[in-house]
């Protein structure tokens, strides 16, 4: 006779639960390295970091067994209510945490200090694929996208009065998801050109064209913005007409600006180009009415939101983030390089991986690392201590490992017979994606300092509970496909 809890295990996925032990013994290891001191080889004292790294690694253990012996259905049933308990968790912590390094996001009971915003990954992870696993939901009703835009979001801001913006940014990677399940490519397209938009109009914006007042960065935002109009009316529409008019009338009332500011009265081009995104967005308009399609009239207010962003996103730059946040930006934008300041962290991490070599020095033996050279290399430059230590292969190794992770999560979010289970485990794929992206690129040197955490490997017992539910809960759903497919 075969038991609920034989077929469980039948049914998991044991490659994904072979690769988290796997990542999670390397991680140990990484902190282990990273918090040694000369002469103190006690890694199981639970008053060092290792210590209490080892105990929240056989919490995680027992987290994710029971997460294991829990019916899947309670995760659909009890979605929205996880959610908001997460919720009402991030308003109060607004009020009650004390100020760590000016931001007020950690509940602090005696020994243990716990970030709620790790937590509310799953729950909000939990509660979007509830939504988009309703009976009468389509994507091409409104209502149902501003309501995925909200669960998404309302975290989110709850996150960023808490003033933690890294963990707040993690959010947005649920967008993934709602593409995955058709979002518009639009939208998608529209995030990226508002990243675009946001790094060329601030990293030029102090920089001219030859001899003339025009800032290069607002000039090829603006131009951009004509462009891509034009474009969206080729994959639209499929005319080559408007599209010609378009390019056209952009190209050449731009070259005979530019003729004339340079060699004969020196003027700003920007000037010339609101005019054409005046007559661009008229004439787009107008195509729209006469010809009766809404496509043009979009693809206008595209090209006015898209104006609007790069204002925006100037006063958002200098106006709303703090110092130390713009700080950080302009350091990866290369617009300064403060090595003893805001640049420390990551011109020290670097030096830190390329002292390793191929093979790396060994355990124990990073010198950066042991000298304490490299801030935060126990918690969020983690990746730096693997640098050294185990040097380009070790290095290579663990984003291998990484990969297979994530590879496989998408193979086993594919055969999810509900959008439930693949919803849910695409948003985990996303998180991941996220966090990996982020993390390892700030520690090179190629995104912005923002302090997220590498899963399974950052020192702390939040990000480390937070990651291992978030898959945990997916394996069981995993699990439990079985069930679900004979009730089809």
Known sequence: MVTRRDSIWKSLDWVTICVYLILIVFGWFSVCGASYDYGDRDFWDFSTRAGKQLVWIICSFGLGFVLLMLEDDIYDMFAYLIYIALAILLVVTIFIAPDT???????VMGPVSLQPAEFAKFATALALAKYMNSYSFTMKNWRNILMMVFLILFPMILIILQRETGSALVYTAF????????????VLFSGL????????????DQVFIADTPTPIGEFAVLSMVLLSAAGMVWVYKKKWEPVRNILLVTLGVLLIAYIVSEYVVPFNLVWVQWGLCVLVVGYLIFLSLSERHLSY??????????IGFLYSSDYFFNKVLEPHQQIRI??????????????????????AIGSGGLTGKGFLNGTQTKLK??????????????GEEEGFIGSTAVLLLFLILILRLIAVAERQPSAFGRVYGYSVVSIFLFHLFINIGMVLGLTPVIGIPLPFFS??????????????????IDAGRKKRLSAF
Do not use: H
Request: glycine share 12%.
């Open 373 to 386: 050279y490299v801030p935060e290399q126990d918690t969020d430059f983690i990746f730096c201590t693997v």
């Open 330 to 351: 302009k350091v990866v934008l290369g617009m300064e390089e403060d090595l003893a300041g805001a640049g420390y962290n990551v011109n020290q991490s670097k030096i």
């Open 297 to 306: 009239f979009l693809i206008g207010l595209f090209a006015i939101g898209s």
């Open 101 to 107: 390094k000016g931001s007020r996001s950690w509940l």
């Open 459 to 476: 020192y702390g017992g939040s990000s480390l509970w937070g990651f291992t539910i978030l898959l945990f809960i997916f394996l069981r």
């Open 175 to 186: 967008f993934l998801v709602l593409y995955r399940e058709g979002m518009p490519g639009v």
């Open 193 to 204: 050109c508002a990243v675009v938009y946001f790094v060329v109009g601030i990293r030029f």
